[in-house]
């Protein structure tokens, strides 16, 4: 059974708002936030594992450190696959989602996908590195945008 991983920033992981924009990395075992969407539009056969949530400040204060760390969560972990976002016009989150992505495709070679609005400063700097499509730019195209991820995931598995 294939098996993929979300990434998350501390609002959409429902930890806080900007309050808790300082929230470090964290691993979950199963779906939670927009997870629910996610593995909804998932295969049947395509299993939600863990989700990671990190702190947009956070992420963006601690880059290296953060990424250490969730690729240290993800080394006992059997994943496909792995989704983060969609990040919307968010700055913080979209460059948070673009570095997790580029990393764990290179350290762990496995399809990595995501979804920003196209004037998202992320675009620019990773569209080349990994799967970005082109979302909405609220939080308001979220069920839009998951589907999308989520179809493009079942294609790749």
């Given amino acids: 059974m294939p098996k993929a991983i979300y990434y998350l920033n501390q609002f959409f ?18 779906v939670l ?8 539009w998932l295969e049947p ?30 080394e006992d972990k059997e994943f496909d696959v792995f989704l983060a ?4 016009m968010a700055g913080r989150y979209g460059v948070a989602c673009g570095e997790i992505c580029k990393a764990v495709k290179e350290t762990f070679h496995v399809p990595v996908i995501t979804s920003m609005y196209v004037e998202n400063p992320a675009v620019e700097m990773f ?11 609220s939080a308001a195209a979220m069920r839009k945008d998951v589907p999308t991820m989520a179809k493009f995931a079942n294609k790749r598995l």
Avoid: M, W
């Fill in 127 to 137: 569209h080349r590195d990994i799967y970005i499509f082109s979302g909405g730019n």
């Fill in 13 to 30: 992981g429902q930890i806080g708002g900007e309050d808790k924009a300082g929230y470090e990395p964290e691993i979950k075992e199963g």
């Fill in 45 to 74: 056969d395509i299993e939600l594992t863990h989700t990671i949530i990190c702190g947009d400040n956070y992420f963006g204060s601690n880059k290296d450190e953060a990424v250490k760390t969730i690729l240290g969560f993800l």
């Fill in 33 to 40: 936030g927009p997870g629910l969407l996610l593995k909804n």
């Fill in 85 to 88: 976002g969609p990040s919307f």
